[in-house]
């Protein structure tokens, strides 16, 4: 018999793999980090000495899913602002360039760790901060002092979960004001693109790689709309070198690079203006792109990240199907933790199926299946993964979740991959395993001690917005009742 540490038994499988096998009574044997069998649970019973065996009682088991884009800063701002029209994107400002301490930043990446695993992802990317007019203005990045970010990896280090930060710079001209809030107090700063690029650096020099592998890091920089400067012009020439200086930065450290926010002809305008599309290149909404955008991303194997929750999913539309068509990958994210959006990835992925349906008046598009690839397989894909992780495989690395399906939704189990992607929701998830570690049991994180990370959550939630004045925000719409439109 081969000793183990784990094994799955009585489990149906969604595997992703090549085949898309779907698994009844099957098994899954892991040693270490690494998946070492999957086959009939009776052989496997037979074959393996595990320390731990989990009776799935024909309950589903399924890869880790994958979130490719969401932003920090966010979940505790969360519902603020959410009924003025302009409130959410100053408040952002405030916060993120001045009234945060390091504790928000770190209680703020414990939050959405925690939120993620809970609901069964597993790895996740994550835009540190956000929040600004993107093709207008810029969003907030806080880069200011590799401090923030440091706080944000050892919380996500501490719940254990894989986790992907983009950092970069925010968009000319500098310097840009920021204020370090301490307990020996407020001390302001001016902030240009020397020091965003050494913050960058040292980021990458102390947390890149570290966890096992689990954290990683990302570059991002602002999206480049054509409106805001001549090509030729002075300003276009300063906004493409930007770019370039982090796209370069990327390429040198063999990192991902991530663009928030693209639409109408961006993409496009970055091939030939900015040459920073590849492989390696994810972009996120993507709405109303043109034939042009299209092409450049399939002929560059550029990455496309759909939000179909977000704001930018209201008024605009990603072309999902016409971009797969093309031979684009896209991944479904989850745009969190914005503030009428959670990192339930079912939901969001339910969210898309109905998107592009009714976009068509066709209930044919997007089949269960292929939105299920979306938020493992592809994500990996996406996020170059894909070798070790986004599907169960012998070899790959033992990131799964088990699915609770003795549920009145989930039952009748007749179809697993249409029940779990027409029916399931974050909660349902029972067990999450990361790289071999049983981090969620009976939904209770092993890794942290949970309710006091809520508490924490609340308490710096509520201080910040007495620091910074914010009770407007939190002040309901007059026509939250009775009324068609606020």
């Known amino acids: 018999m ?68 969401g932003h920090s800063g966010h979940g505790l701002l969360r519902t603020l602002g959410t009924d003025t029209s302009d409130g959410w994107p100053e408040a952002c400002e405030t916060i993120y360039t001045s009234g945060s301490t390091e504790e928000f930043w770190q209680v703020d990446a414990y939050l959405m760790a925690l939120e993620r695993l809970k609901f069964g992802v597993t790895s996740g990317m994550t835009l540190f901060c956000g929040g600004g007019a993107v093709l207008s203005g810029d969003m907030v990045i806080r880069v200011d002092s590799p401090i923030y970010g440091e706080q944000h990896c050892r ?37 240009g693109l020397e020091e965003y690029y050494h913050t960058c650096e040292t980021l990458i020099a102390d947390w890149h790689g570290q966890a096992n592998g689990k954290i990683q890091i990302a570059i991002t920089t602002q999206t480049y709309h054509p409106s805001l400067a001549e090509p030729g012009s002075k300003r276009h020439d300063e906004l493409a070198a930007e770019t ?52 450049a991303c399939a002929e560059t194997d550029t990455h496309i990240i759909h939000n179909p929750s977000a704001i930018a999913s209201v008024t605009g539309r990603c072309p999902v ?15 969190g933790l914005g503030p009428d959006r959670s990192c339930d990835l079912f939901r969001h992925i339910f969210y898309s199926m109905r998107y592009h349906r009714h976009h068509f008046r066709d209930p044919s598009y997007l089949p269960p299946g292929k939105a299920l690839e979306m938020i493992t397989i592809d994500a990996a894909k996406a996020l170059g993964i894909d070798e070790e992780l ?19 939704h989930l039952t009748p189990m007749l179809m697993p991959v249409h029940q779990i992607a027409n029916f399931a929701n974050g909660n349902d998830v029972q067990m999450v395993v990361v ?52």
């Open 155 to 191: 919380a996500v280090q501490a719940v254990g979960s894989r986790e992907f930060l983009a950092v970069g710079p925010r968009r000319s001209p500098f310097p840009h004001r920021y204020v370090h809030r301490s307990q020996s107090g407020d001390k302001e700063i001016s902030v």
């Open 390 to 408: 986004g599907s169960l495989e012998v070899g790959k690395k033992a990131d799964l979740i088990l699915i609770n399906t003795q549920k009145p």
């Open 2 to 69: 081969t000793t183990i540490d784990l094994l799955f038994k009585n489990a149906t499988i969604i595997t992703m793999d090549a085949e898309r096998r779907i698994l009844k009574n099957a098994a899954i044997a892991i040693s270490g980090n690494r998946i070492l069998a999957i086959g009939n649970s009776a052989e496997l019973l037979v074959e393996c000495d595990a320390e731990r065996i989990v009776d799935c009682g024909g309950k589903v088991l399924m890869p880790g899913l994958i979130d490719c884009h």
């Open 435 to 486: 790289d071999g570690d049983i981090l969620v049991e009976d939904g209770k994180v092993n890794s942290v001690d949970e309710p006091e990370i809520l508490a924490r959550v609340q308490r710096v939630a509520e201080e910040t917005i007495d620091y910074n004045n914010l009770h407007s925000l939190l002040v309901p719409n007059k026509k939250l009742w009775g009324h068609s439109k606020t």
């Open 321 to 335: 199907p016409e971009l797969l068509d093309a031979g684009v990958n896209v991944a479904i994210a989850s745009d």
């Open 244 to 295: 370039r200086l982090f796209y370069e930065l990327a390429e040198r450290h063999d990192l991902l690079f991530t663009q928030d926010g693209h639409t109408t002809g961006t993409i496009d305008f970055a091939r030939k203006e900015l040459g920073i599309l590849g492989s390696k290149t994810l972009f996120s909404h993507c709405t109303d792109l043109t034939e042009a955008d299209i092409a």
